[in-house]
């Protein structure tokens, strides 16, 4: 494995860690405020809306890290 496999792998894992953090932070209120229930399509369609939104954020900041790292 190189060095650019390993950097590659570890920034797939951050930001599955920032999805993560995102989609539960933004999850949590519409949970307190009964806007869906855990389980439900809503809480579905939370994640995967904050899902979409890290992998655009993740693919054009992409270059960006891996040139920084290796040029």
């Avoid at 951050?14 to 209120?29: A, C, E, K, Q, R």
């Amino acid at each position: 494995m190189t060095k650019k496999d390993l950097m590659s792998i570890i920034y797939v894992s951050i930001f599955v860690l920032i999805w993560g953090t995102f989609g539960s932070l933004v999850d949590f209120p519409l949970l307190k405020m009964d806007i869906y229930q855990a389980g439900s399509l809503g809480q579905f369609s939370t994640f995967a809306l904050t899902a979409i939104t890290c992998l655009i954020i993740a693919v054009k900041l992409f270059p960006t890290f891996i040139s920084n790292r290796f040029n």
